[in-house]
């Protein structure tokens, strides 16, 4: 099964498919992710679907569509845990032979009710091993007689420990862990053994995951160990929280991956935001693009305190990422948006191609979100806008004085011979120079007259964009609705 070569890393990512793909288990595949390009290794996809009664092809499915958005790509073929079955039991069994498992008897009635008097007598329950003293011949008498049995792992003395890439040294004294099952009574294998099984077959080198599998690491050690097989590297990375400090959940808003998509984030801004969950390049930097994202990426930057994570960073994010890309990588995500509010038909956008890019060029500067740009873009394409509540009650304060600074603007903008920046610029800054005063008295109402916002591109640069016979339109509008 395994093709390593033994000079490169080969990570994973292994999700259990019984929800959606979370924004944790995404950071998770990210880092692997990071990590094997950055080391010119390997990453692989291991579908943990065990848990027959909770795995869903549909969450699969959602894993999988969550990863290609985010452009997650894995090599060789996806490996599906339950299909390697007859492996963990094969594993289970060699265990068993060499001695370093035994098996049980006890009934989970039993169990509980020796949990249960400890619990009154404020012990800790751990199993005390009565099964690994039976005789042998009851055993095989036991086994013949059909009687139920898992297998436990016999822990030896001693204290498991390794070096965490992230945590540094991490000890677990032995007797601490209890003999754990690993195969149950219907043959079906327990997480840990399934995962060092794999893990093993698959050649695994570094092994990094959520830092809640930090107890599950030494019992995996010691099945390395009982197997004869060498030890992966081990790195645990933070928790995520949300902005209350409590672990990331659904109360927090969207966790699973896909509402992003379909929120129509950009899959390089949520990559940008995820990576810095647990992970810093150093310095202040924080925008990256994938590419700088593994240039950066070093082991050295994890980090070891929870992540949080903050919805309005991500919207941020996106509006860093919004100004970066490529405009023909941003155009083919607005222009559906644009068409879905009606804005302008697809032929019309081809038609008029140059100027649609030079307005969403002009757009996103000021946008966090796909959305914020069509807003944005209405007043360019629509014959009758609507004013904005707030920017008129701020801009339009005095009715009067508005309707007589947008006449005088109207006939200073239709008196300039040539419809540039810098002539527009000259006309208007004129009028407020012979009027005695700011810029912005004549800029704001003008801004509301064009747009029907209080935000928008520079001034000179949108009656461009709107060009001459929309912009007088705009004005000629703005004193029919201000009625003075
Ligand atoms: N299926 C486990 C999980 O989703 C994988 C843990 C591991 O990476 O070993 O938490």
């Known amino acids: 099964m395994t093709n390593a070569r033994p000079d490169r890393p080969r990570l994973r990512f292994a999700p259990s498919p019984t929800g959606y793909l979370h924004v944790g288990g995404a950071r998770t595949a990210l880092f692997n992710w990071l990590y094997a390009r950055k080391f010119d290794g390997e990453f692989l996809l291991r579908i943990e679907d065990t848990d027959k009664a909770r ?40 265990l068993l032979e060499t001695g370093a498992a035994y098996r049980c008897f006890c009934t989970p009635a039993e169990l509980e009710e020796r949990r249960r008097q400890a619990q009154s007598g404020k012990e800790a329950f751990k199993y005390d091993r009565r099964c690994d003293r ?14 139920p049995y898992v297998i436990r792992f016999r822990v030896p003395e001693g204290t498991t420990e390794w070096n965490d890439l992230v945590h540094q040294r991490i000890a677990f004294p032995n007797k601490d862990i209890e003999d754990f099952v690993i195969l149950r009574s219907d043959a079906t294998p327990i997480y840990n053994l399934a995962v060092v099984s794999d893990d093993i077959a698959m050649g695994i080198t570094v092994v990094m995951r959520g830092d809640d599998h930090i107890s ?55 990559l940008n935001f995820l990576a810095l969950l647990g992970w810093s390049p150093g310095g202040d930097r924080e925008v990256m693009t994938m590419p700088e994202m593994i240039e950066l990426f070093s082991v050295d930057g994890l980090q070891k305190k929870a992540a949080i994570f903050d919805p ?60 914020d740009i069509v ?24 009715p009067v004085e508005s309707a007589e600074l ?31 005063v700011s810029a912005g008295k004549i800029f704001q109402p003008l801004r509301v007259a064009l747009t029907g916002l209080s935000v928008s591109p520079g001034i000179f640069e949108m009656l461009v964009q709107m060009g001459r016979d929309l912009s007088l339109k705009r004005i000629d509008n703005a004193l029919i609705a201000l009625g003075v």
Do not use: C
Not at 62 to 91: K, S, T
Not at 135 to 146: D, F, L, N, S, T
Not at 221 to 241: D, K, Q, V
Not at 346 to 370: F, N
């Open 55 to 94: 795995s869903t092809d549909e969450s699969t499915r959602a894993i999988f569509e969550g990863m290609e958005w985010l452009g997650l790509n894995w090599d060789d073929g996806v490996v599906y845990q339950g299909a390697n079955l007859a492996r963990h039991q094969a594993d289970a069994r060699k």
């Open 134 to 147: 039976l005789p042998r011949e009851e055993v095989e008498g036991r086994v013949a007689a059909g009687e």
């Open 216 to 270: 599950n690491t030494p019992k995996q050690i010691l099945l390395y160990r009982a197997l004869g097989a060498p030890l992966p590297t081990f790195a645990h990375l933070p928790m995520i929280h949300g902005l209350d400090g409590k672990k990331l959940s659904k109360r927090h808003g969207a966790t699973a991956v896909g509402d992003y998509q379909h929120y129509g984030l950009l899959p390089g801004a949520m």
């Open 312 to 371: 309005k960073k991500l919207e941020w994010m996106n509006g860093q990422h919004l100004s970066m890309i490529p405009i023909e990588e941003l155009e083919p995500r607005v222009t559906p948006a644009i068409i879905s509010a009606r804005l302008a038909t697809e032929e019309e956008l081809v038609e008029r191609r140059d100027w649609y890019l030079r307005l969403l060029d002009l757009l996103r500067i000021r946008s966090r979100t796909i959305d």
């Open 375 to 398: 807003r944005q873009a209405a007043p360019y394409f629509l014959d009758n806008i609507e004013y904005d509540p707030t920017a008129v009650a701020k801009n339009w304060k005095d």
């Open 406 to 436: 947008l006449r005088a603007s109207r006939e200073a903008l239709a008196n300039t011979t040539s419809w540039e920046p810098g002539p527009l610029e000259a006309s208007l800054r004129g009028l407020a120079e012979s009027r005695g």
